[in-house]
T-cell receptor, first 115, second 114 residues
Framework: KAGVTQTPRYLIKTRGQQVTLSCSPI?????VSWYQQTPGQGLQFLFE???????NKGNFPGRFSGRQFSNSRSEMNVSTLELGDSALYLC??????????????FGEGSWLTVV | AQSVTQLDSQVPVFEEAPVELRCNYS??????LFWYVQYPNQGLQLLLK??????LVESINGFEAEFNKSQTSFHLRKPSVHISDTAEYFC????????????FGTGTQLKVEL
């Protein structure tokens, strides 16, 4: 069974540009979450999508957005990039047993560098 | 809201020695508890999780963690570490009934030396 796949793995963008990151969850998983990992702030939750609906949202500005498609694949977008957006962006997928406590599987991440 | 504290940012230990990585959490509601491991340039892998029942949970590679409700702790232990255990370890919580949102601690870098 294939794991969580993220593309691209590495990218460099210029301040002010926008970026779209893609995530394919494990087959059968309908929940997809995104996390930002930086040395200073650690791992922070961005948002979770389930069946194309945003179910949870972290404390990030509106420049960070996401969506989920009918096949559960997800994209996240960051507009008007800032230097501080340089980070590892991790996608995670899970089944969605009622009540939580599900095992959450992470992809290898997309390394974004903003220059 | 929940929070997770990992007091030790780095833990150096010799191979075959025991190790304990500490994790304390704070939450106003019931939580599930997790330990994840991250090897260099990789994503996170689940080591073990506590949902309910026995307070001692074990992983397949020799790690164990004990849930202590009164001390709000979920420390990770291994009786004998190996070089290959060198990695960063993250403790995390999620609210029961709160979907799949994880709140992570700041991580502990375990460095196993010969």
């Amino acid at each position: 069974k294939a794991g969580v796949t993220q593309t691209p793995r590495y990218l460099i963008k210029t301040r002010g540009q926008q970026v779209t990151l893609s995530c394919s969850p494990i087959s059968g998983h309908r929940s997809v979450s995104w996390y930002q990992q930086t040395p200073g702030q650690g791992l922070q939750f961005l948002f979770e999508y389930f069946s194309e609906t945003q179910r949870n949202k972290g404390n990030f500005p509106g420049r960070f957005s996401g969506r989920q498609f009918s096949n559960s694949r997800s994209e996240m977008n960051v507009s008007t990039l800032e230097l501080g957006d340089s980070a590892l962006y991790l996608c995670a997928s899970s089944s969605s047993r009622e009540g939580g406590g599900n095992t959450i599987y992470f992809g290898e991440g997309s390394w974004l560098t903003v220059v | 809201a929940q929070s997770v504290t990992q007091l030790d940012s780095q833990v150096p230990v010799f191979e075959e020695a025991p190790v304990e990585l500490r994790c304390n959490y704070s939450s106003s509601v019931s939580v599930y508890l997790f330990w994840y491991v991250q090897y260099p340039n990789q994503g996170l892998q689940l080591l073990l999780k506590y949902l309910s029942g026995s307070t001692l949970v074990e992983s397949i590679n020799g790690f164990e963690a004990e849930f202590n409700k009164s001390q709000t702790s979920f420390h990770l232990r291994k009786p004998s570490v190996h070089i290959s255990d060198t990695a960063e370890y993250f403790c995390a919580v999620s609210e029961t009934g709160g979907g799949n949102k994880l709140t992570f601690g700041t991580g502990t870098q375990l460095k196993v030396e010969l």
